[in-house]
């Protein structure tokens, strides 16, 4: 059986954007208003960027190896793919 895992994620177009924006979450800003108001992926930004479960083979490459090296409830470094910059926030 393949594990699934459940992530949330943060999609901007520059690695500076990405950069400001993990430094607001480190600041004590909330994941999902940002995602809200940042995130250029508008179908998961309106779910506080919610991408719900899915398996390996499912994202593209660089997404997925960061998003199953993840720990519950860590945020990764901004990860590149041909998408833009992805903060990804381990769920389940």
Same mark, same amino acid.
């Given at each position: 059986m393949s594990v699934k895992i459940k992530c949330s994620h943060i999609l901007v177009a520059?690695?500076?954007e990405s950069?400001?924006?993990?430094?607001k979450i480190k600041n004590g800003e909330k994941f999902g208003k940002l995602a809200k108001e940042l995130s &250029?992926?508008?179908g998961s930004a309106k779910k506080d960027g919610n991408l719900g479960y899915f398996t390996k083979g499912t994202m593209v490459k660089p997404f997925e190896e960061a998003a199953f090296k993840?720990? &519950?409830g860590e945020i990764s470094q901004p990860i590149k793919t041909e998408?833009?910059?992805?903060?990804?926030?381990?769920l389940e």
């Open positions: 520059k690695q500076s950069l400001v924006i993990l430094e &250029i992926d508008s993840l720990q &519950i998408f833009g910059y992805h903060i990804i926030k381990r």
